[in-house]
């Protein structure tokens, strides 16, 4: 299972409010068809197959092939000096 460290479940607190939305909002994880690697979006629902993780600190969800690519993995992250985040595995 994937485990969030305190500055991935702030970086994605930060996202939330940032983004304005007014429903709560969780960080997705997916593998799109077209590219080798995942991405991040912002999700107010899980899609009928992601695995969601209840982190008490944030919420995330993760589709099937995210899942299985992060099993037992970290996800951590940190802020460049222009302010953007990444996020580190």
Known sequence: MLTLTDS???MIA????QSGASGDL???IA??????G?????AEHP???DLVLDDPRARVFLDPVAAV????????????ESGSAFFLG
Request: avoid cysteine.
């Open 69 to 80: 690519r992060l099993n037992d993995q970290v996800l951590d992250a940190r802020s460049s």
């Open 38 to 42: 995942l991405q991040m979006t912002l």
């Open 31 to 36: 593998k799109p068809f077209d590219t080798p």
């Open 8 to 10: 991935a479940a702030a």
């Open 47 to 49: 899609d009928p197959d």
């Open 14 to 17: 930060r996202l939330r409010e």
């Open 26 to 28: 969780a960080l997705r």
